[in-house]
């Protein structure tokens, strides 16, 4: 989703107000939870769903 808005990590980062780092461990897929509240805020900056950005493994 990143790509496809033309955004990059730091900017995500900055506009959900969350690290860059948090950004990278969520795009690697190496964290075990979020919080409602930033996943939402996710969303809501790259205009998506959260199905658009999450997979079930």
Known sequence: MLAKRKMRS????SQ????????SLLKSGKVKGIRFS??????????????????FE
Request: glycine share 6%; aromatic share 0%; net charge negative.
């Open 10 to 13: 730091n900017e995500l980062a």
């Open 16 to 23: 959900v107000g969350i690290t860059v780092q948090n950004v």
């Open 38 to 55: 930033t996943l939402q805020k996710i969303c809501e900056v790259l205009d998506c769903q959260p199905g658009d950005i999450l997979s």
